[in-house]
């Protein structure tokens, strides 16, 4: 069966992704919810949050796997607690 795992990074500044009030280039946050069997959901979280879901975000930023940084959700979710939607 199934089930939602989410997984949160920081991208590294040089990327370009975001920019602060005086348009420098600044760190961006991603967060991807992925269906997964529980083994990546529970025991193996750690090998898929640091290896295979950072390649797979990496790719499709077409960028450098060294420019992504696992995050806790806790951390995720403080950078972006005062946001608007």
């Not at 992704?17 to 990546?40: I, M, R």
Request: without cysteine.
């Amino acid at each position: 069966m199934a089930t939602l795992a989410r997984y949160a990074y920081k991208v590294s500044k040089e990327v370009g992704l975001a920019h602060d009030e005086q348009d420098n280039n600044t760190e961006a946050f991603v967060k991807v919810e992925l269906p997964v069997n529980d083994l990546y959901a529970n025991e193996e979280y750690k090998v898929a949050h640091e290896v295979m879901v950072l390649q797979m975000i990496a790719r499709q930023m077409n960028i450098e796997p060294t420019m992504l940084t696992p995050i806790s959700l806790e951390e995720y979710d403080s950078e972006h607690e005062n946001e608007e939607l």
